[in-house]
């Protein structure tokens, strides 16, 4: 049984979709009250790094969400979810006041035939809402835009064909053409960090890694709280939204101009510099900074913002206040407001552990549901009291985290 629904799932793919990338380019503007996508341009790219076998994301993660309909058959032929940094500045004081616009970018298996492309944002009730629609028919080749951002690539580590492995591609930020040797030894050690770390450690040979070589005029990064600014070929910055680690770009359709030269599902930008920092986004994109002592730490914790849709289990007076509206359940799977706790962790929780769960020596090392997270102080909770998802105190993702990082392994990989 196993077999023929396995066979009957890359003849799906095999139907559908040519073993290209279909990427479509748009400017995502707004405020905190209102959202407007404006199309900008069709990519057709060399490679596709997803799976044959998963083309519908059953976990339903993001606050966005793309599907793909076959014009022909009405049929639901791929989807995925995803997060932006635009969503992100919506929840800021910032976006009360005016509006700004983003670079975003869909990645989808190049369509055989005719198809609708659709994406939706999650409403306050954490419901999936219709927001911009547009055709795609591949005969009609010509407005079909080139990437002529052509880089070398180095093979970090590979297991397999792309189609059955989680493929990681490394972007170089602040690197200057002096320093490839220093790159690639960066993407080694950082990427052997990740595999010392369980789970990633008994899922080695599920990934595939590689590095795209693009130098950069100047080292380093932007850091306005200094007044540096770095002519790097990404455009990173630290201080984004307004925190001085929070380093990210919005040239965002470059970042997917250079990962284009190799197949990928998740990309890294890796920062040439000490100063400690770094950023993710759920199937958007991860940042680490690679010479800081705090440097593969920082790595792990980012890629599981990223790959896995992990949150960040701390939280602090001075947070994103609108993050997590009251009285809805999160859609990320580490934290809860205990609204729908039954469809969380709660199965993983012993019966004699109280929820909330103290903050006590007497529930180190329990799974319960603990106080402060998603940023908040209060209404928001953790499975464990620690974890690498709140600091960097331990070694170890707590078992909610790490289920949530194996599922999307074996999704990616199957």
Not at 47 to 73: C, M, Q
Request: proline fraction near 4%; hydrophobic fraction near 35%; charge should be negative.
């Amino acid at each position: 049984m196993i077999s023929l629904i396995a066979t009957f799932a890359f003849a799906q793919f095999d139907n559908y979709f040519e073993n290209h990338t279909l990427r479509m380019d748009y400017i995502h503007s707004g405020n905190s009250g209102q959202e407007f996508y404006a199309f900008k341009q069709f990519k057709k790219e060399k490679y596709w790094g997803g799976s044959h076998k998963n083309l519908l994301e059953t976990f339903e993660y993001g606050k966005y969400f793309v599907k793909v309909f076959d014009i022909e058959s009405g049929n639901l032929i791929y989807s995925r979810g995803y997060g932006s940094l635009f969503h992100e500045w919506s929840t800021t004081d910032e976006a009360k006041k005016f509006s700004k616009a983003f670079e975003e970018t869909v990645v989808v298996p190049f369509p055989k035939n005719k198809v609708v492309i659709k994406l939706y944002s999650r409403n306050k009730e954490m419901k999936f809402d219709e927001k911009f629609s547009i055709e795609f028919d591949p005969v009609k080749t010509a407005y079909l835009k080139k990437n002529d951002a052509e880089y070398p690539v180095v093979d970090i580590h590979i297991s397999g064909s792309p189609d059955k492995k989680v493929d990681m591609v490394i972007l170089p930020e602040g690197y200057t053409k002096e320093e490839l040797g220093k790159f690639i030894n960066d993407c080694h050690v950082l990427v052997n960090e990740l595999f010392a770390y369980s789970p990633y450690d008994k899922h080695k040979n599920e990934f595939n890694v590689k590095a795209v070589w693009a130098p950069s005029e100047e080292e380093g990064s932007d850091n306005p709280r200094k007044n540096i600014e770095v002519n790097t070929v990404l455009n990173t910055s630290f201080n984004t939204l307004y925190s001085d680690r929070y380093c990210m770009t919005l040239a965002y359709h470059k970042v997917r101009d250079m990962a284009a030269n190799a197949p990928y599902d998740q990309i890294y930008i890796l920062v040439n510099t000490d100063k400690y920092g770094g950023g993710a986004i759920y199937n958007y994109y991860s940042v680490s900074v690679s010479g800081n002592l705090k440097s593969p730490k920082v790595f792990i914790h980012e890629f599981g913002h990223a790959f896995a849709g992990l949150a960040d289990e701390y939280a602090y007076e001075d947070s994103f206040e609108n993050m997590y509206a009251k009285g809805v359940e999160p859609w990320e799977p580490n934290i809860t407001t205990l609204v729908d706790f039954d469809h969380k962790w709660k199965d993983m929780v012993k019966k004699d552990t109280p929820i909330p769960t103290p903050v006590t020596s007497e529930y180190n090392d329990v799974v319960g549901a603990f106080e402060g997270a998603g940023y908040l102080l209060k209404g928001v909770y953790r499975p464990k009291q620690d974890c690498l998802m709140r600091s960097f105190n331990g070694d170890e993702f707590c078992p909610v985290c790490t289920k949530a990082i194996e599922d999307m392994i074996k999704f990616y990989a199957e």
